[in-house]
């Protein structure tokens, strides 16, 4: 008898053939829903928080450097891709990509920083990011990437102008 | 009106001493009762009316009734009603009567609360330290809600030794762990070893414990919690997130779309799919049937490539919300799983006739690893290891959840035992699990993933939920409270009353069948050792030591 089942083993194994995949030579394609590490969009970011309140590992940070400037820094350490900030985010400015590979010894590689302008709301004096590209336009001289110059950074009035609205951005120039 | 009939019954036999009964379905009872009469009605439920003990919990109640509280829960499975027992201690005075001696399950329960909580159970008779490490200092309770998450208890000491029992007479210590080659993860056991025969063992586990507990009553809110309970565990990370989901959702009565209980059901069966296949393939590789094990392995891959495809990743689903599930089963899909299904079937059935018949393999396993019934229901063991041993209990069938109730399933059973038996039960049951999943395919109805929850979810209700992982019945209690988070939340992975098993099973066989017997449940430290820790030791049971085995495991019946 147990040569037979030993038979019928072989029979199983011959039939399966060789199926290693040549992996890390060559890697398999992901499916599209794929959930490897998230990036984060910072055109489409609006700074409203929701990826930090919900990132059970609470990988996501936020913080303001002053009224203006809001960091949401991805620390990437002990991020276990659940994609839950991909689901909450309202601008879908969080995507889960197809990376997975991503194993390094320098965490920065991973670690994402985005730096946001945050205009202040000039009846409540709450900040908020132009929701419009029209309206972002108009911070002429602000670069997204660049708070390390602190010269094109904002400073937003605690009045109102008399002006009208549409001309009320001064850039301080040095 | 089973729960109804049972509180009549205690009420009847305890009169007064059950103060409160709460009924929130037919399926659960929560009974409070006086601390003094907890080990009577422990053991009147356990030994009269032959229910099975789950776990026993302790809490920090202080800061809503000023009290501690401790409960045990206990299934009945023919009557499909999960129960717990609950009773206030009082917080100058943290003793309650210790329950082991009736209900030698309830061992390692006690012993936990004891250490994370600091209710003395007073009775207990080998009350060592079994979930902090040695290091820690005595009074210090981790679960208590005036410590902190991040709290690192004042006189912690590094080098405190652990003391071990003396290996009984004419036995030589053969250390097996924390790092072995057939341990997937820490775990220690000293051995004791008489010529080839080991004759007991003690227990140092818990070495990976990443105080997810506490977590989640201090830091996370109730929709972490889920992608968090899922690292619980490697293997069955659905499950966990599937029970506290459900366990919430039974608190919070809140009942989830069809479509979701279907995908549930759907992801659950994959996940056992998955695990008895790995499983399969790792008892072959323990007694070094290594063409099995790559059999399977390579029988199992498909699965995980189409769970990547529905969920985003191989093994950890992210599945549920509170309230429903993320991710949808689309009609492409669904058909690929099909296709997917019968090329298992087709795959699977030649390797189980062949091997069902293969004498070397059954050499190896039979009369090996041996609980019979006795130890089942003393020490509350589950899954394939009580239906090897014929207990036919299977959480699917006996606490029906998500969309089991509506599906036609068959609980396989074997009388061997031993680890033969629980191979066999494992390998047929993927077939049944093949069926589960044809039929969900079938029935699925269309509809919302996700029920939109506006209000808050009610504080200070209790939920219970059992889920059947491949190992075993998985079991989340759950207390809900403020700020958008629970107050209490206890895991019960199967290991954990399954480990308490191993000392029985392995007493009086060779050294050699020691690697088999243990993976024969399938343990899973991880699962165990969620708890509050940094890492190290537990210290052994009663059981452990030579003469007392059988005393406390086997003979203990009434």
Same mark, same amino acid.
Request: aromatic residues 12%; negative net charge; glycine residues 6%.
């Given at each position: 008898m147990s040569v037979l089942s030993k038979l019928q083993e072989a029979v199983v194994c011959l039939k399966a053939g060789r199926v290693t995949l040549p992996y890390p030579v060559k890697s398999q394609p992901v499916p599209e829903k794929f959930r490897g590490r998230p990036l984060f969009d910072a055109a489409k970011c609006t700074g409203c928080g929701g990826c930090a309140n919900n990132c059970p590992a609470r990988e996501i940070l936020l913080f303001d450097l002053c009224q203006e400037i809001r960091i949401v820094q991805y620390l990437g350490r002990r991020c276990t891709y659940c994609g839950r900030c991909a689901d909450v985010c309202p601008e879908k400015a969080i995507t889960m990509s197809h990376e997975f590979e991503t194993g390094t010894n320098a965490i920065g590689d991973i670690q994402q920083r985005v730096e946001l302008f945050m205009s202040t709301c000039q009846r409540c004096g709450r900040c908020f990011k132009e929701p419009s590209a029209l309206e972002q336009l108009k911070l002429k001289g602000y670069?997204?990437?660049?708070?390390?110059?602190?010269?094109?950074?904002?400073?937003?009035?605690?009045?109102?102008?008399?002006?009208?609205?549409?001309?009320?951005?001064?850039?301080?120039?040095? | 009106m089973v729960a109804r009939e049972k509180l009549n019954q205690l009420k009847e036999k305890f009169g007064p001493a059950v103060q409160r009964a709460d009924m929130p379905c037919d399926e659960r009872l929560f009974v409070f009762v006086e601390a003094s009469a907890l080990k009577a009605?422990?053991?009147? @439920?356990?030994? !009269?009316?032959?229910?099975?003990? &789950?776990?026993?919990?302790?809490? =920090?109640? #202080?800061? *809503?009734?000023?009290?501690?509280?401790?409960?045990?829960?206990?299934?009945?499975d023919e009557d499909h009603l999960l129960c717990s027992v609950l009773a206030h201690v009082p917080a100058d005075n943290p003793q309650v009567d210790s329950i082991s001696d009736v209900v030698p399950a309830a061992n390692w329960a006690e012993r936990e609360i004891h250490d994370l909580i600091g209710i003395e159970p007073v009775g207990h008779r080998y009350l060592k330290r079994l979930v902090?490490?040695?290091?820690?200092?005595?009074?210090?309770?981790? @679960?208590?809600? !005036?410590?902190?998450?991040?709290? &690192?208890?004042?006189?912690?000491? =590094?080098? #405190?030794? *652990?003391?071990?029992?003396?290996?009984?007479?004419?036995?030589?210590?053969?250390?097996?762990?924390?790092?072995?080659?057939?341990?997937?993860?820490?775990?220690?056991?000293?051995?004791?070893?008489?010529?080839?025969?080991?004759r007991g063992c003690e227990y140092r586990g818990f070495m990976v414990h990443r105080g997810i507990e506490k977590l989640a009553e201090s830091v996370l809110t109730y929709n972490d919690i889920p992608m968090m309970a899922e690292r619980i565990c490697g293997i069955c990370g659905c499950v966990h997130n599937v029970a506290y989901a459900q366990a919430v959702e039974s608190a919070a009565a809140i009942k989830p779309p069809p479509r979701a209980e279907y995908i549930r059901t759907i992801m659950l069966e994959i996940e056992r799919l998955h695990s008895h296949l790995l499983w399969v393939g790792l008892a072959c590789h323990i007694v070094g049937f290594d063409t099995l094990f790559m059999q399977s392995w390579r029988i199992r891959e498909p699965i995980m490539w189409i769970a990547e495809k529905i969920s985003g990743n191989r093994k950890t689903y992210a599945l549920c919300v509170i309230g429903g599930v993320r991710w949808d089963i689309t009609p492409e899909v669904k058909n690929e799983l099909r296709k997917l299904l019968d090329k298992l079937e087709a795959e699977w059935t030649p390797v189980v006739a062949a091997v069902s018949k293969d004498k070397n393999i059954q050499k190896r396993t039979h009369g090996i690893g041996v609980a019979d019934r006795a130890l089942v229901k003393n020490m509350g063991l589950v899954g394939?290891?009580?239906?090897?041993?014929?207990?036919?209990?299977?959480?699917?069938?006996?606490?029906?959840?998500?969309?089991?109730?509506?599906?036609?399933?068959?609980?396989?059973?074997?009388?061997?035992?031993?680890?033969?038996?629980?191979?066999?039960?494992?390998?047929?049951?993927?077939?049944?699990?093949?069926?589960?999943?044809?039929?969900?395919?079938?029935?699925?109805?269309?509809?919302?993933?996700?029920l939109t929850i506006k209000d808050e979810l009610p504080v200070g209700r209790l939920g219970l939920s059992s889920v059947e992982a491949p190992r075993g019945e998985s079991h989340h209690f759950v207390i809900t409270g403020e700020n958008n988070r629970p107050r209490r939340w206890r895991v019960r992975a199967p290991t954990y009353q399954n480990l308490q098993g191993i000392p029985a099973m392995i007493k009086d066989q060779q050294l050699a069948d020691m690697t088999i017997s243990l993976g024969s449940i399938d343990p899973c430290f991880s699962c165990t050792d969620r708890l509050e820790t940094i890492d190290l030791k537990s210290g052994a049971t009663k059981v452990w030591t030579q003469d007392e085995l059988l005393k406390l495991t086997r003979t203990k019946k009434a």
């Open positions: 670069r997204v990437d660049d708070v390390a110059h602190e010269r094109w950074v904002f400073r937003s009035k605690s009045y109102l102008e008399t002006e009208p609205a549409v001309d009320d951005i001064k850039i301080e120039m040095d | 009605v422990c053991q009147f @439920l356990f030994r !009269d009316l032959n229910a099975r003990y &789950v776990i026993g919990i302790g809490m =920090d109640d #202080r800061p *809503f009734s000023g009290q501690f509280m401790v409960a045990h829960d206990f299934a009945f902090l490490p040695d290091g820690w200092p005595d009074g210090a309770h981790p @679960l208590r809600k !005036d410590f902190a998450w991040n709290q &690192v208890p004042e006189g912690y000491d =590094d080098t #405190r030794e *652990f003391k071990f029992d003396d290996p009984p007479e004419g036995c030589t210590v053969v250390p097996f762990g924390p790092f072995h080659p057939t341990l997937d993860e820490p775990a220690h056991f000293r051995l004791y070893i008489e010529g080839e025969m080991v394939p290891v009580a239906r090897a041993a014929g207990v036919d209990i299977d959480c699917r069938r006996d606490h029906p959840y998500a969309a089991y109730d509506r599906l036609d399933f068959e609980v396989i059973t074997e009388g061997g035992c031993d680890v033969w038996s629980r191979v066999l039960v494992r390998a047929k049951e993927v077939f049944e699990s093949i069926k589960i999943i044809r039929q969900c395919l079938e029935k699925m109805e269309d509809g919302p993933l996700q």
